[in-house]
């Protein structure tokens, strides 16, 4: 089958490697029909993190038809058309049942990895994978899009809103203008917020947040993006913060635009090793935030909420590339000529 190899930074390839293969009895093999680049991906092609050269790629997302199930997997069936959540949650252990199986207990390989690619195997599907009602024929590209979503960027954004606690009438501000960040406009809004403020350079995101329901854009970083956000909250600041990007100004940040008292939501992968803490004392800050849950809000909330057309996440893809091309998939989102690149496997 074609896999997704990262060979050195600034460069991945498809090469063709055996078809993965059950290993234990809650293993599930997925036919990947539509998969993505993520932000998190770019960490290790732009150089960032050290990764192994001529390593499997760490896509995570992916969409597709079950292939072959383990002989533990008994929700599931070869046929059915599911999204798999980047989280693998066994959904019983206290982590799980609290909602938050970014954290599950009983598994140590909880994450998701090799979704850029025709097959991958899914392990401890039992769960914590979504069956999406028919087949993927049955939905319009624009709705596959919306529920590949779903596998990361918009349950990660619901994760941002949720963790900061957001609560109708608050005003937030979501620090970070990817597709997570541009989700997490999409979660403030579904949680009652009454103004969300929007962090962000792009012309073409900032229109695509003030889709969403942002109500304000900032364009200004670091002291300058604090000084403004406090401008248009006359001084006092927001009630609850979403952290979606993970660097260290980010963060930063997210501390100063917050309210004493505010609730920061941080979902960004971290990417900032020295933080003081003594701000957040004195401001009584709460940080709070890591692994999405998504299968959780996805059962409970979200796949719903894209069926009905409620909500349109998809929008955050706006380039397609075939597998083949995931070169350019890549190269596109690393330039920011794409929010989020879009893979058609099939």
């Known amino acids: 089958m074609k896999d997704t190899i990262f060979i050195q930074p600034g460069q991945v390839a498809i090469e063709n490697v055996a078809k993965p293969s059950i290993q234990f009895p809650d293993d599930v093999i997925i036919h990947v029909l539509r998969a993505c680049v993520c932000g998190s991906d770019l960490w290790g092609f732009r150089g960032q993190d050290d990764m192994a050269a001529h390593a499997q790629n760490s896509g995570h997302e992916a969409i597709g038809v079950v292939d072959t199930v383990g002989d533990a997997i008994t929700t599931l069936v070869p046929g059915d058309f599911v999204i798999a959540p980047f989280t693998h ?3 019983h252990c206290a982590a799980c049942r609290a909602g938050f199986e970014g954290g599950c207990l009983s598994h140590e390989d909880n994450f998701s990895n090799g979704a850029q690619a025709e097959y991958m195997r899914y392990q401890h599907g039992e769960w914590s994978l979504i069956k999406v009602p028919g087949k993927p024929e049955d939905y319009s590209e624009e709705m596959l899009k919306s529920l590949l979503s779903l596998a990361d960027v918009m349950a990660t954004g619901y994760h941002a809103a949720r963790t900061a606690n957001v609560k109708p009438g608050d005003t937030v501000v979501v620090v970070g203008d990817g597709a997570v960040g541009l989700c997490g406009v999409i979660a403030a809004q579904m949680r009652g917020a009454k103004r969300i403020i929007i962090m962000s350079r792009h012309a073409d995101r900032q229109k695509l947040a003030i889709e969403f329901g942002a109500t304000d854009v900032v364009a200004e970083r670091g002291d300058d993006g604090v000084v403004k956000v406090m401008a248009l909250t006359q001084g006092v600041g927001a009630d609850a913060v979403l952290e979606c990007v993970g660097t260290e100004q980010s963060v930063d940040t997210a501390v100063k635009v917050g309210r004493p008292g505010a609730t920061i ?9 020295k933080m003081d ?7 009584n800050t709460t ?10 809000y996805d059962k409970k909330l979200l796949l719903d909420a894209v069926l009905k057309g409620e909500i349109h996440p998809g929008k955050i893809f706006t380039k397609s590339f075939k597998l083949d091309d995931v070169q350019a998939a890549y190269e596109a989102m690393d330039r920011r000529e794409a929010i989020k690149s879009y893979l058609i496997v099939d």
């Open 265 to 273: 939501g941080r979902v960004g992968v971290p990417h900032n090793p």
């Open 287 to 296: 940080i709070a935030g890591g692994p999405a849950s998504v299968t959780t």
């Open 89 to 91: 949650g066994c959904g």
């Open 277 to 283: 803490l003594t701000p957040l004392f004195f401001r």
